[in-house]
């Protein structure tokens, strides 16, 4: 009888061993995450308002800048999972034909994008924070307004970016299940022999 903590510890020494081709991943989710936090943070910052010239203009400005950066994240993560999906094909064909099944892979899938949600999410929030900071103190100074002491650090900016990076992990999962389950073994080995399709929002 397999351990429980089976799939969890295969999905880490998975992630390890395709470290090559997760990072680029790992980094994408990160530098989004972070991109979300800081423009959410700065467009509820209450020292906007002590920069006085176009403080309104430019929270609404910033307010825009966290839909387009929601809207990015869904199509840039999800297209780089699908990449990534691809590449990995052969290795799930091949612990498919050597005994693993369907729900078995479903399990290893689901530990690995928890492990990747959870360090997107942790160390991309951590970044956002840094950046964060950064920004509002370009601005301050580009005004020539007073900089604060200390650390702007916005909850409601954390808790938007946990539920929208959340679903959106959630529905990759769903997505490389639905690669995986829909899938012949034949084909998953061949996967990685196909073409990559070119993305429908490259506009």
Avoid at 103 to 119: C, K, N, P, Q
Wanted: charged share 15%; proline share 2%.
């Amino acid at each position: 009888v397999m351990s429980k903590f089976f799939y969890a510890k295969l999905a880490a020494i998975n992630i390890r061993k395709n470290a090559r081709i997760y990072l680029p991943y790992l980094l994408t989710c990160i530098f989004t995450v972070a991109a979300y936090y800081m423009m959410g943070a700065l467009s509820v910052n209450p020292g906007i308002d002590d920069l006085e010239i176009g403080s309104g203009s430019l929270r609404v400005t910033l307010g825009l800048g966290v839909w387009v950066v929601s809207l990015f994240a869904c199509i840039f993560i999800f297209y780089t999972n699908s990449f990534l999906m691809k590449r990995r094909k052969k290795e799930m064909g091949l612990y498919n034909v050597l005994g693993m099944g369907k729900g078995h892979l479903s399990r290893m899938i689901f530990y690995e994008t928890v492990y990747l949600a959870v360090i997107s999410l942790v160390v991309g929030l951590g970044l956002g924070i840094l950046l964060d900071k950064a920004a509002f103190l370009t601005l301050a100074n580009l005004m020539q307004a007073e900089v604060p002491l200390g650390f702007y650090v916005s909850i409601g900016a954390m808790r938007s970016a946990v539920i929208l990076f959340g679903v959106l992990f959630f529905l990759i999962f769903l997505n490389s299940l639905r690669q995986i389950l829909l899938t012949n073994p034949i084909e998953l080995l061949r996967g990685g022999q196909l073409g990559e399709k070119e993305p429908k929002a490259r506009w």
